[in-house]
C-alpha cells in the first residue's frame, strides 16, 4: 500500500438573493454596494481574527468573534456562513476541540466560497 488519498472538501455555497434583494430595495444601488463591500471586509478580517484565536487557544474570544461572523453573514445572505459560525459556537460550548478544529476549517471554506459568490454576483471591481 504505497499510495496516499489526499481529501479536498469543498463547500457549496448559496447567496440568498431575496435578503439581498431587500438590501437593495431598502437601500438602494450605492447604499446596498457600501454595506455589502463593508460586510465582506469585516468578514475575511474576522475570519483571519477567528483562525488566530483558535490557534492562541483563546476561546472565549472565539466564540465572541463567531457570534459575530452570524449577524454580518445574515445581513448579506450568506446562510451557509452563519449557521457554521453557530456550530462552532456549539462545540466551543461542548468543550470539544476535535470538532471544533474540523468545524472551523469548514468555517474558513464556507466563508471563503461565500465571498467569492458575492464578489461575483456583486461584479464588484477594486
Avoid: F
Amino acid at each position: 500500500m504505497n499510495s496516499v488519498t489526499q481529501i479536498r472538501p469543498a463547500e457549496p455555497v448559496r447567496v440568498d438573493h431575496d435578503r439581498l434583494g431587500a438590501l437593495y430595495s431598502d437601500t438602494g444601488h450605492s447604499g446596498a454596494e457600501d454595506v455589502v463591500c463593508r460586510a465582506m471586509e469585516e468578514l475575511a478580517l474576522r475570519m483571519a481574527h477567528c483562525d488566530r484565536l483558535h490557534r492562541a487557544g483563546d476561546l472565549d474570544e472565539l466564540r465572541k468573534s463567531a457570534r459575530s461572523l452570524i449577524a454580518i453573514a445574515d445581513q448579506i445572505g450568506m446562510g451557509l456562513l452563519a449557521k457554521v459560525a453557530a456550530d462552532v459556537m456549539v462545540c466551543i460550548d461542548c468543550g470539544d476541540r476535535v470538532a471544533l478544529g474540523a468545524t472551523l476549517g469548514r468555517l474558513m471554506r464556507a466563508g471563503e466560497g461565500s465571498l467569492t459568490a458575492i464578489w461575483d454576483l456583486q461584479d464588484i471591481t477594486i
